[in-house]
């Protein structure tokens, strides 16, 4: 069952689709969709690959940025501020459970330049706390 997590307008974070979910998402508005979960994280856990192309198949664009255990880098952040940039419309992206999707989007946003707190409000009101995210959003949005 999908849980599709509304953050604005431009953006949605989800726990892991699968590739039957396709068809659900494209009717729900979304024209790309981010997968931030690595292969083989877990189990049974669907491939990348089967749901870049039920997502291909279907129209929607697709981007792979996984963030693993290690944590984000800067290529990560500069991939995710492409795939928003490049959408041309609502993007849904997801991991195991939304919070490194959510993670992601709040970093590209600080790197942006957005309001901290804004971007911080929007999380919390997807259900996720970006707190303990709060001192890498103000390191990234310091770079420029």
Known sequence: MLDIRPIDATISVAPQIAPEDIAAIKA?????????????????????????????????AYTAIPITHAGFSQPQVSAMIEALAGANGPILAFCRSGT???????????????DRDDVAAKGAGAGYSLTNLRPLMDAVASQG
């Open 100 to 114: 490194r999707s959510c993670n992601l989007w709040a970093l590209a946003q600080a790197k942006l330049g957005a």
């Open 28 to 60: 729900a508005g979304f024209v790309a969709i981010v997968n931030n979960r690595p292969d083989g994280e877990e189990s049974g856990q669907p491939e990348g690959d089967a749901i870049r192309t039920a997502a291909e198949d279907a129209g929607l």
